[in-house]
Protein backbone atom coordinates (compact mmCIF):
# COMPACT_ATOMS: atom_id res chain seq x y z
CA UNK A 1 0.00 0.00 0.00
CA UNK A 2 1.20 3.53 -0.95
CA UNK A 3 1.44 5.70 2.24
CA UNK A 4 -1.11 8.05 2.38
CA UNK A 5 0.04 11.88 1.04
CA UNK A 6 0.03 14.77 3.07
CA UNK A 7 -3.27 17.21 3.17
CA UNK A 8 -2.69 19.17 -0.17
CA UNK A 9 -3.55 22.79 1.39
CA UNK A 10 0.19 22.03 3.28
CA UNK A 11 1.45 22.16 -0.27
CA UNK A 12 -0.05 25.46 -0.74
CA UNK A 13 -3.16 25.18 -2.69
CA UNK A 14 -3.86 28.70 -3.80
CA UNK A 15 -4.10 30.21 -7.10
CA UNK A 16 -0.72 31.85 -6.96
CA UNK A 17 1.24 28.75 -5.99
CA UNK A 18 -0.60 26.61 -8.61
CA UNK A 19 0.30 29.35 -11.28
CA UNK A 20 3.91 29.22 -10.00
CA UNK A 21 4.13 25.88 -11.14
CA UNK A 22 6.43 25.11 -7.97
CA UNK A 23 7.56 21.34 -7.71
CA UNK A 24 8.98 21.20 -4.20
CA UNK A 25 5.98 20.16 -2.25
CA UNK A 26 4.78 17.65 -5.08
CA UNK A 27 3.51 14.37 -4.00
CA UNK A 28 2.36 12.43 -6.49
CA UNK A 29 -1.09 10.69 -6.91
CA UNK A 30 -3.91 11.92 -4.84
CA UNK A 31 -6.05 9.96 -2.06
CA UNK A 32 -9.49 10.62 -1.61
CA UNK A 33 -8.43 12.49 0.97
CA UNK A 34 -6.07 14.88 -0.30
CA UNK A 35 -8.27 15.33 -3.16
CA UNK A 36 -11.44 16.34 -1.54
CA UNK A 37 -8.62 18.59 0.79
CA UNK A 38 -7.19 20.31 -2.84
CA UNK A 39 -10.52 21.50 -4.00
CA UNK A 40 -10.89 23.50 -0.57
CA UNK A 41 -9.26 26.43 -2.60
CA UNK A 42 -11.32 29.86 -2.85
CA UNK A 43 -12.89 28.67 -6.14
CA UNK A 44 -15.75 30.58 -7.06
CA UNK A 45 -18.71 27.96 -8.32
CA UNK A 46 -22.17 29.51 -8.75
CA UNK A 47 -25.05 27.48 -8.42
CA UNK A 48 -28.65 27.95 -8.56
CA UNK A 49 -28.05 31.79 -8.51
CA UNK A 50 -25.70 31.46 -5.15
CA UNK A 51 -21.85 31.06 -4.48
CA UNK A 52 -21.21 27.52 -3.25
CA UNK A 53 -18.89 25.16 -1.60
CA UNK A 54 -18.02 22.33 -3.82
CA UNK A 55 -16.67 20.20 -1.27
CA UNK A 56 -19.66 21.19 0.96
CA UNK A 57 -22.78 21.48 -1.07
CA UNK A 58 -24.76 18.32 -1.32
CA UNK A 59 -25.51 19.06 -4.93
CA UNK A 60 -21.47 18.39 -5.44
CA UNK A 61 -21.19 15.27 -2.61
CA UNK A 62 -21.93 12.13 -4.58
CA UNK A 63 -19.49 12.68 -7.59
CA UNK A 64 -16.79 13.81 -4.69
CA UNK A 65 -17.44 10.70 -2.94
CA UNK A 66 -17.06 8.67 -6.44
CA UNK A 67 -14.26 10.53 -7.32
CA UNK A 68 -12.23 10.01 -4.43
CA UNK A 69 -13.04 5.85 -4.14
CA UNK A 70 -11.41 6.20 -7.93
CA UNK A 71 -8.46 8.14 -7.23
CA UNK A 72 -7.84 5.52 -3.65
CA UNK A 73 -7.39 3.16 -6.67
CA UNK A 74 -4.14 4.23 -6.77
CA UNK A 75 -3.14 3.27 -3.00
CA UNK A 76 -4.65 -0.35 -3.13
CA UNK A 77 -2.90 -3.26 -3.24
CA UNK A 78 -5.01 -4.74 -5.79
CA UNK A 79 -4.06 -1.80 -8.88
CA UNK A 80 -1.42 0.51 -7.38
CA UNK A 81 1.11 -0.88 -9.52
CA UNK A 82 -1.14 -0.87 -12.65
CA UNK A 83 -2.13 2.85 -12.43
CA UNK A 84 0.90 4.31 -11.31
CA UNK A 85 4.74 4.52 -11.93
CA UNK A 86 7.62 5.94 -10.13
CA UNK A 87 8.33 9.62 -10.91
CA UNK A 88 11.98 9.58 -12.57
CA UNK A 89 11.85 13.67 -11.31
CA UNK A 90 10.71 13.16 -7.75
CA UNK A 91 10.70 9.53 -6.88
CA UNK A 92 7.21 9.93 -6.03
CA UNK A 93 4.11 7.65 -7.43
CA UNK A 94 2.60 8.94 -10.37
CA UNK A 95 -0.52 8.74 -12.42
CA UNK A 96 0.73 6.72 -15.27
CA UNK A 97 -2.19 8.90 -17.06
CA UNK A 98 0.61 11.23 -16.87
CA UNK A 99 2.90 9.12 -18.83
CA UNK A 100 3.88 10.05 -22.03
CA UNK A 101 4.89 6.55 -23.95
CA UNK A 102 8.16 6.14 -25.96
CA UNK A 103 7.68 1.91 -26.32
CA UNK A 104 5.00 -0.72 -26.74
CA UNK A 105 5.24 -1.82 -23.36
CA UNK A 106 5.05 2.16 -21.83
CA UNK A 107 1.55 2.08 -23.94
CA UNK A 108 0.14 -1.32 -23.12
CA UNK A 109 0.44 0.01 -19.23
CA UNK A 110 -1.19 3.39 -20.14
CA UNK A 111 -4.09 1.50 -21.56
CA UNK A 112 -4.24 -0.89 -18.46
CA UNK A 113 -4.56 2.21 -16.38
CA UNK A 114 -7.44 3.70 -18.63
CA UNK A 115 -9.28 0.63 -18.45
CA UNK A 116 -9.43 0.47 -14.41
CA UNK A 117 -10.41 4.10 -14.46
CA UNK A 118 -13.34 3.32 -17.25
CA UNK A 119 -13.89 -0.26 -15.49
CA UNK A 120 -14.55 1.39 -11.89
CA UNK A 121 -16.92 3.79 -12.92
CA UNK A 122 -18.83 1.88 -15.53
CA UNK A 123 -18.00 4.31 -18.24
CA UNK A 124 -20.31 6.62 -16.72
CA UNK A 125 -17.70 9.94 -16.82
CA UNK A 126 -16.82 11.24 -20.10
CA UNK A 127 -14.60 13.34 -18.23
CA UNK A 128 -12.83 11.54 -15.95
CA UNK A 129 -9.58 12.72 -14.61
CA UNK A 130 -7.55 10.24 -17.28
CA UNK A 131 -8.92 11.93 -20.09
CA UNK A 132 -7.75 15.78 -20.00
CA UNK A 133 -4.80 14.15 -18.50
CA UNK A 134 -3.94 12.76 -21.99
CA UNK A 135 -4.68 16.22 -23.51
CA UNK A 136 -1.54 17.24 -21.48
CA UNK A 137 0.52 14.75 -22.54
CA UNK A 138 -0.26 15.77 -26.03
CA UNK A 139 0.74 19.13 -25.28
CA UNK A 140 3.82 17.80 -24.18
CA UNK A 141 4.64 15.95 -27.11
CA UNK A 142 3.62 18.71 -29.36
CA UNK A 143 5.72 21.10 -27.38
CA UNK A 144 8.46 21.58 -30.03
CA UNK A 145 5.90 23.34 -32.78
CA UNK A 146 5.23 25.83 -29.91
CA UNK A 147 8.49 26.46 -29.82
CA UNK A 148 8.83 27.56 -33.02
CA UNK A 149 6.70 30.12 -32.72
CA UNK A 150 8.06 31.12 -29.59
CA UNK A 151 11.03 29.20 -27.58
CA UNK A 152 8.72 29.67 -23.93
CA UNK A 153 6.16 28.52 -25.46
CA UNK A 154 7.74 24.82 -25.63
CA UNK A 155 9.44 25.14 -22.05
CA UNK A 156 5.70 26.15 -20.55
CA UNK A 157 4.16 23.17 -21.92
CA UNK A 158 7.09 20.89 -20.63
CA UNK A 159 6.87 22.45 -17.35
CA UNK A 160 2.96 22.51 -16.86
CA UNK A 161 3.10 18.84 -18.12
CA UNK A 162 6.13 17.87 -15.01
CA UNK A 163 3.28 20.43 -12.98
CA UNK A 164 0.72 18.48 -13.60
CA UNK A 165 2.03 15.13 -13.65
CA UNK A 166 3.60 15.13 -10.29
CA UNK A 167 0.97 17.81 -8.75
CA UNK A 168 -1.67 14.40 -10.35
CA UNK A 169 -3.81 17.39 -10.85
CA UNK A 170 -7.42 16.83 -12.28
CA UNK A 171 -7.92 18.71 -15.47
CA UNK A 172 -11.37 20.08 -17.26
CA UNK A 173 -11.02 21.54 -20.83
CA UNK A 174 -12.62 24.54 -22.08
CA UNK A 175 -13.08 24.65 -25.89
CA UNK A 176 -16.36 25.45 -27.58
CA UNK A 177 -17.75 29.35 -27.91
CA UNK A 178 -20.72 30.16 -26.24
CA UNK A 179 -24.09 30.02 -28.19
CA UNK A 180 -24.49 34.02 -28.25
CA UNK A 181 -25.05 34.05 -32.13
CA UNK A 182 -23.42 31.55 -34.19
CA UNK A 183 -24.42 33.65 -37.57
CA UNK A 184 -22.36 36.78 -36.33
CA UNK A 185 -18.81 37.43 -37.38
CA UNK A 186 -16.35 38.30 -34.57
CA UNK A 187 -16.05 42.19 -36.01
CA UNK A 188 -19.86 42.33 -35.34
CA UNK A 189 -19.76 40.32 -32.01
CA UNK A 190 -16.69 40.01 -30.49
CA UNK A 191 -18.10 38.51 -27.11
CA UNK A 192 -19.18 35.55 -29.67
CA UNK A 193 -15.69 34.03 -28.89
CA UNK A 194 -13.09 34.17 -25.67
CA UNK A 195 -10.52 36.87 -26.51
CA UNK A 196 -7.29 38.87 -25.57
CA UNK A 197 -8.15 42.19 -24.06
CA UNK A 198 -4.66 43.02 -23.12
CA UNK A 199 -1.24 42.60 -23.31
CA UNK A 200 1.13 42.86 -21.03
CA UNK A 201 5.10 41.88 -20.12
CA UNK A 202 3.99 39.82 -17.90
CA UNK A 203 1.22 38.19 -19.76
CA UNK A 204 -2.42 38.96 -21.09
CA UNK A 205 -5.72 39.61 -19.97
CA UNK A 206 -8.19 37.35 -20.93
CA UNK A 207 -12.29 38.28 -21.55
CA UNK A 208 -15.49 36.07 -22.47
CA UNK A 209 -17.12 32.62 -22.27
CA UNK A 210 -16.43 28.99 -22.91
CA UNK A 211 -18.93 25.89 -22.67
CA UNK A 212 -19.00 23.67 -21.60
CA UNK A 213 -16.28 22.60 -19.50
CA UNK A 214 -17.59 18.93 -17.77
CA UNK A 215 -16.17 18.18 -14.41
CA UNK A 216 -14.78 21.30 -13.83
CA UNK A 217 -16.10 22.33 -10.52
CA UNK A 218 -14.59 19.31 -9.40
CA UNK A 219 -11.12 19.82 -11.33
CA UNK A 220 -7.84 21.73 -9.98
CA UNK A 221 -7.38 23.35 -13.80
CA UNK A 222 -9.02 24.18 -17.35
CA UNK A 223 -6.71 23.71 -20.19
CA UNK A 224 -7.87 26.38 -22.78
CA UNK A 225 -7.95 25.76 -26.98
CA UNK A 226 -10.38 25.62 -29.80
CA UNK A 227 -12.28 22.92 -31.27
CA UNK A 228 -11.64 22.31 -35.07
CA UNK A 229 -15.29 24.26 -35.68
CA UNK A 230 -13.56 27.40 -33.73
CA UNK A 231 -9.61 27.38 -34.38
CA UNK A 232 -9.24 29.64 -37.41
CA UNK A 233 -10.02 32.97 -36.58
CA UNK A 234 -10.14 35.97 -38.35
CA UNK A 235 -8.30 37.76 -36.03
CA UNK A 236 -4.93 36.89 -33.89
CA UNK A 237 -6.87 38.08 -30.41
CA UNK A 238 -9.03 35.23 -30.37
CA UNK A 239 -5.98 32.35 -30.86
CA UNK A 240 -4.56 31.14 -27.77
CA UNK A 241 -3.75 28.08 -25.68
CA UNK A 242 -3.55 28.32 -21.75
CA UNK A 243 -4.17 27.04 -18.51
CA UNK A 244 -5.33 28.09 -15.18
CA UNK A 245 -6.08 27.02 -11.59
CA UNK A 246 -9.66 26.94 -11.23
CA UNK A 247 -9.27 29.55 -8.24
CA UNK A 248 -7.75 32.16 -10.72
CA UNK A 249 -9.01 35.44 -9.16
CA UNK A 250 -12.13 36.61 -11.57
CA UNK A 251 -12.74 33.20 -13.39
CA UNK A 252 -16.27 32.37 -12.58
CA UNK A 253 -17.93 28.62 -13.35
CA UNK A 254 -21.55 28.55 -13.43
CA UNK A 255 -23.09 24.96 -12.96
CA UNK A 256 -26.04 23.22 -15.06
CA UNK A 257 -28.99 22.08 -12.45
CA UNK A 258 -27.98 19.43 -10.73
CA UNK A 259 -28.79 15.71 -11.11
CA UNK A 260 -27.77 14.37 -7.70
CA UNK A 261 -30.84 16.16 -5.46
CA UNK A 262 -34.13 14.26 -5.25
CA UNK A 263 -36.56 14.42 -2.59
CA UNK A 264 -38.28 11.04 -2.48
CA UNK A 265 -36.54 7.34 -1.92
CA UNK A 266 -36.28 6.47 -5.55
CA UNK A 267 -33.19 4.56 -6.77
CA UNK A 268 -30.88 7.24 -8.68
CA UNK A 269 -27.71 4.62 -8.77
CA UNK A 270 -25.97 6.50 -11.43
CA UNK A 271 -26.52 9.55 -11.12
CA UNK A 272 -26.10 9.69 -7.37
CA UNK A 273 -22.21 8.60 -8.48
CA UNK A 274 -22.02 9.99 -11.81
CA UNK A 275 -23.36 13.29 -12.55
CA UNK A 276 -19.91 14.77 -13.17
CA UNK A 277 -21.56 18.08 -13.90
CA UNK A 278 -21.11 20.88 -16.53
CA UNK A 279 -19.95 24.57 -16.39
CA UNK A 280 -19.76 28.07 -18.09
CA UNK A 281 -16.73 29.60 -17.60
CA UNK A 282 -16.62 33.06 -17.69
CA UNK A 283 -13.56 35.65 -18.06
CA UNK A 284 -14.30 38.63 -16.53
CA UNK A 285 -10.59 40.35 -17.67
CA UNK A 286 -8.72 36.85 -16.32
CA UNK A 287 -4.92 37.43 -15.94
CA UNK A 288 -2.79 34.58 -18.08
CA UNK A 289 0.61 35.20 -16.59
CA UNK A 290 3.11 34.22 -19.77
CA UNK A 291 4.17 31.37 -17.68
CA UNK A 292 0.94 30.00 -18.60
CA UNK A 293 0.85 30.51 -22.29
CA UNK A 294 1.16 27.76 -24.43
CA UNK A 295 0.21 29.55 -27.91
CA UNK A 296 -0.40 32.81 -29.17
CA UNK A 297 -1.77 34.47 -31.87
CA UNK A 298 -1.15 31.60 -34.97
CA UNK A 299 -4.53 29.37 -36.20
CA UNK A 300 -2.53 26.88 -37.87
CA UNK A 301 -0.21 26.19 -36.08
CA UNK A 302 -3.70 25.44 -33.52
CA UNK A 303 -5.39 23.67 -36.14
CA UNK A 304 -2.69 21.62 -36.98
CA UNK A 305 -2.16 20.64 -32.79
CA UNK A 306 -5.43 20.12 -31.84
CA UNK A 307 -5.12 16.26 -33.15
CA UNK A 308 -1.88 16.13 -32.32
CA UNK A 309 -2.69 16.88 -28.27
CA UNK A 310 -5.74 15.05 -28.89
CA UNK A 311 -3.97 11.83 -29.62
CA UNK A 312 -4.00 9.99 -26.60
CA UNK A 313 -7.70 11.68 -24.96
CA UNK A 314 -9.51 10.52 -28.14
CA UNK A 315 -8.13 6.71 -27.60
CA UNK A 316 -8.99 6.63 -23.78
CA UNK A 317 -12.51 7.81 -24.30
CA UNK A 318 -13.41 5.79 -26.79
CA UNK A 319 -11.94 2.67 -23.98
CA UNK A 320 -14.03 4.85 -21.61
CA UNK A 321 -16.97 4.52 -24.73
CA UNK A 322 -16.57 0.60 -24.62
CA UNK A 323 -16.92 0.16 -20.69
CA UNK A 324 -20.27 2.20 -21.72
CA UNK A 325 -21.39 -0.28 -23.81
CA UNK A 326 -20.83 -2.96 -21.45
CA UNK A 327 -22.74 -1.50 -19.30
CA UNK A 328 -25.98 -0.98 -21.46
CA UNK A 329 -25.56 -4.49 -22.48
CA UNK A 330 -25.44 -6.19 -19.00
CA UNK A 331 -28.50 -3.73 -17.88
CA UNK A 332 -30.06 -5.14 -20.97
CA UNK A 333 -28.94 -8.77 -20.73
CA UNK A 334 -30.52 -8.99 -17.15
CA UNK A 335 -33.91 -6.97 -17.36
CA UNK A 336 -34.29 -9.25 -20.71
CA UNK A 337 -34.01 -11.94 -18.00
CA UNK A 338 -36.14 -10.60 -15.03
CA UNK A 339 -39.27 -10.13 -17.21
CA UNK A 340 -38.66 -13.77 -19.09
CA UNK A 341 -38.36 -12.07 -23.06
CA UNK A 342 -34.84 -13.04 -23.30
CA UNK A 343 -35.25 -16.21 -25.65
CA UNK A 344 -38.08 -13.78 -27.94
CA UNK A 345 -36.83 -13.90 -31.31
CA UNK A 346 -37.05 -10.04 -31.82
CA UNK A 347 -35.47 -9.15 -28.02
CA UNK A 348 -32.54 -11.72 -28.90
CA UNK A 349 -32.15 -9.97 -32.06
CA UNK A 350 -31.50 -6.73 -30.02
CA UNK A 351 -29.66 -8.07 -27.97
CA UNK A 352 -27.30 -9.51 -30.63
CA UNK A 353 -26.89 -6.16 -31.89
CA UNK A 354 -25.80 -4.26 -28.99
CA UNK A 355 -23.45 -7.43 -28.18
CA UNK A 356 -22.42 -6.45 -32.05
CA UNK A 357 -21.31 -2.95 -31.12
CA UNK A 358 -19.70 -3.85 -27.97
CA UNK A 359 -17.50 -5.99 -29.94
CA UNK A 360 -16.90 -3.95 -32.79
CA UNK A 361 -15.64 -1.18 -30.39
CA UNK A 362 -13.50 -3.24 -28.53
CA UNK A 363 -11.78 -4.84 -31.74
CA UNK A 364 -11.88 -1.08 -32.92
CA UNK A 365 -9.37 -0.36 -29.61
CA UNK A 366 -7.27 -3.22 -30.26
CA UNK A 367 -6.97 -1.84 -33.84
CA UNK A 368 -6.01 1.13 -33.05
CA UNK A 369 -3.40 0.02 -30.30
CA UNK A 370 -2.01 -2.37 -33.08
CA UNK A 371 -1.47 0.84 -34.90
CA UNK A 372 1.29 2.65 -32.75
CA UNK A 373 2.96 5.32 -34.63
CA UNK A 374 5.71 7.52 -33.79
CA UNK A 375 4.91 11.19 -33.10
CA UNK A 376 7.72 14.06 -34.22
CA UNK A 377 7.71 14.85 -30.20
CA UNK A 378 9.23 11.42 -29.19
CA UNK A 379 6.73 9.32 -28.43
CA UNK A 380 3.85 6.21 -29.42
CA UNK A 381 0.62 7.49 -30.37
CA UNK A 382 -2.07 5.20 -31.14
CA UNK A 383 -4.14 4.57 -34.21
CA UNK A 384 -6.13 7.89 -35.23
CA UNK A 385 -9.64 7.71 -34.05
CA UNK A 386 -12.11 9.40 -36.70
CA UNK A 387 -13.85 6.19 -38.04
CA UNK A 388 -14.98 5.06 -34.12
CA UNK A 389 -15.47 8.69 -32.87
CA UNK A 390 -17.74 9.30 -35.83
CA UNK A 391 -18.96 5.35 -35.57
CA UNK A 392 -19.76 5.94 -31.29
CA UNK A 393 -21.57 8.83 -32.29
CA UNK A 394 -23.72 7.53 -34.55
CA UNK A 395 -24.48 4.69 -32.38
CA UNK A 396 -25.20 6.21 -29.23
CA UNK A 397 -28.93 6.85 -29.96
CA UNK A 398 -29.38 3.24 -31.17
CA UNK A 399 -28.23 1.67 -28.12
CA UNK A 400 -30.15 3.68 -25.95
CA UNK A 401 -33.28 3.01 -28.37
CA UNK A 402 -32.75 -1.10 -27.65
CA UNK A 403 -32.46 -0.51 -23.77
CA UNK A 404 -36.33 0.69 -24.33
CA UNK A 405 -37.21 -1.81 -26.11
CA UNK A 406 -36.06 -4.55 -24.08
CA UNK A 407 -37.12 -2.75 -20.99
CA UNK A 408 -40.53 -1.65 -22.63
CA UNK A 409 -43.25 -0.35 -19.67
CA UNK A 410 -40.70 -1.53 -17.00
CA UNK A 411 -38.89 1.69 -17.38
CA UNK A 412 -41.94 3.64 -16.25
CA UNK A 413 -43.30 2.16 -13.00
CA UNK A 414 -41.19 0.55 -10.32
CA UNK A 415 -41.72 1.09 -6.95
CA UNK A 416 -39.42 3.47 -4.48
CA UNK A 417 -37.27 2.08 -1.33
CA UNK A 418 -40.14 3.46 0.81
CA UNK A 419 -42.70 1.44 -1.33
CA UNK A 420 -40.77 -1.55 -0.66
CA UNK A 421 -40.27 -1.00 2.88
CA UNK A 422 -44.07 -0.69 3.24
CA UNK A 423 -45.74 -3.63 5.35
CA UNK A 424 -49.16 -3.18 2.92
CA UNK A 425 -47.58 -2.77 -0.03
CA UNK A 426 -45.01 -5.01 0.16
CA UNK A 427 -47.15 -8.40 -0.19
CA UNK A 428 -48.83 -6.85 -3.24
CA UNK A 429 -45.46 -5.78 -4.86
CA UNK A 430 -43.88 -9.10 -4.31
CA UNK A 431 -46.89 -10.73 -5.77
CA UNK A 432 -47.53 -8.70 -8.74
CA UNK A 433 -44.30 -6.45 -9.58
CA UNK A 434 -41.73 -9.33 -8.97
CA UNK A 435 -39.65 -11.03 -12.08
CA UNK A 436 -38.69 -14.28 -13.55
CA UNK A 437 -36.46 -16.06 -10.68
CA UNK A 438 -36.05 -12.32 -9.41
CA UNK A 439 -37.27 -10.84 -6.37
CA UNK A 440 -39.19 -7.24 -6.39
CA UNK A 441 -36.12 -5.71 -4.64
CA UNK A 442 -33.88 -6.42 -7.72
CA UNK A 443 -36.25 -6.40 -10.54
CA UNK A 444 -36.72 -2.69 -9.50
CA UNK A 445 -33.84 -1.33 -9.19
CA UNK A 446 -32.56 -3.34 -11.75
CA UNK A 447 -35.35 -1.17 -13.88
CA UNK A 448 -34.71 1.98 -12.09
CA UNK A 449 -30.77 1.54 -13.08
CA UNK A 450 -31.79 1.07 -17.07
CA UNK A 451 -34.69 4.33 -16.40
CA UNK A 452 -31.63 6.26 -15.23
CA UNK A 453 -29.31 5.10 -18.88
CA UNK A 454 -32.27 5.98 -21.21
CA UNK A 455 -35.16 7.94 -20.39
CA UNK A 456 -34.73 10.14 -17.32
CA UNK A 457 -32.92 13.76 -17.52
CA UNK A 458 -29.26 11.98 -16.29
CA UNK A 459 -29.56 9.80 -19.22
CA UNK A 460 -30.84 11.94 -21.84
CA UNK A 461 -27.98 14.35 -20.99
CA UNK A 462 -25.43 11.54 -21.26
CA UNK A 463 -26.82 11.04 -24.89
CA UNK A 464 -26.55 14.04 -25.77
CA UNK A 465 -23.08 13.93 -24.37
CA UNK A 466 -21.92 10.90 -26.63
CA UNK A 467 -23.48 13.12 -29.80
CA UNK A 468 -21.46 15.81 -29.19
CA UNK A 469 -18.38 15.31 -27.13
CA UNK A 470 -16.28 13.87 -29.90
CA UNK A 471 -17.53 16.75 -32.25
CA UNK A 472 -19.77 17.33 -35.31
CA UNK A 473 -20.40 13.97 -36.36
CA UNK A 474 -20.44 15.01 -40.08
CA UNK A 475 -17.35 17.26 -39.89
CA UNK A 476 -15.80 13.68 -38.33
CA UNK A 477 -17.04 11.35 -41.49
CA UNK A 478 -15.88 14.10 -44.19
CA UNK A 479 -12.60 14.74 -42.38
CA UNK A 480 -12.55 10.91 -42.28
CA UNK A 481 -12.42 10.50 -46.19
CA UNK A 482 -10.67 13.39 -47.20
CA UNK A 483 -7.75 12.00 -44.70
CA UNK A 484 -8.15 8.50 -45.61
CA UNK A 485 -4.55 6.94 -46.89
CA UNK A 486 -5.90 4.23 -48.90
CA UNK A 487 -8.71 6.56 -50.80
CA UNK A 488 -6.17 6.99 -53.58
CA UNK A 489 -4.62 3.36 -53.61
CA UNK A 490 -8.23 2.62 -54.18
CA UNK A 491 -9.45 4.78 -56.37
CA UNK A 492 -6.56 3.54 -58.85
CA UNK A 493 -7.79 0.11 -58.39
CA UNK A 494 -10.95 0.88 -59.57
CA UNK A 495 -9.14 3.03 -62.57
CA UNK A 496 -7.55 0.17 -63.57
CA UNK A 497 -10.81 -1.83 -63.23
CA UNK A 498 -12.14 -0.04 -65.87
CA UNK A 499 -9.46 0.10 -68.11
CA UNK A 500 -8.80 -3.82 -68.02
CA UNK A 501 -12.45 -3.71 -68.83
CA UNK A 502 -12.20 -1.38 -71.59
CA UNK A 503 -9.21 -3.20 -72.67
CA UNK A 504 -11.15 -6.91 -72.65
CA UNK A 505 -13.99 -5.63 -74.52
CA UNK A 506 -11.83 -4.12 -77.25
CA UNK A 507 -10.08 -7.29 -77.91
CA UNK A 508 -14.01 -8.92 -77.86
CA UNK A 509 -15.13 -6.53 -80.37
CA UNK A 510 -11.97 -7.40 -82.70
CA UNK A 511 -11.92 -10.85 -82.11
CA UNK A 512 -15.92 -10.31 -83.40
CA UNK A 513 -15.10 -9.00 -86.25
CA UNK A 514 -12.24 -10.98 -87.52
CA UNK A 515 -14.17 -14.14 -86.86
Not at 29 to 34: E, F, K, L, M
Request: glycine share 6%.
Amino acid sequence: MINHLPDYRARGATAEYQQSLQMHQAAGVHSSASFAASLDDGREVWYDGRRVDVCRHPAFAGVLRELGRLYDLQHSDAHHKDMTWTSPLTGHPVSLSYLAPTTPAEFAAKTRNSHLWMAHSHGQLPRIPDFVANVIVGLYDYRHELGKLDPQFARNAENYYLYCREHDIALTHAIGDPQINRSASLADYPDNALRIVERRADGVVVRGAKQLATLAPYCHEVMVYMSPAFFMRSAPEYVIWFALPIATPNLRLMCRESQTEHGNSFRHDLSSRYDEQDAMLFFDDVFVPNNRIFLLDDCQTAAAGFARISAWALYVGQIRFLHRLRTFLGVASLASKAIGVKDFREIGDQLGELTSYVELTRLAIVGLQNELRPTDGGHLAPGVTLALDAFAAQISARVTQIVRVVCGSGLVMQPSEADLANPVLRPLLERYMGGKDVGVDFKSRLFRLASELVSDRYGLRQELYELWNRGDIVRNRIALYERYPEREAIEANIVDLLDGASAALQVGHLNRETA
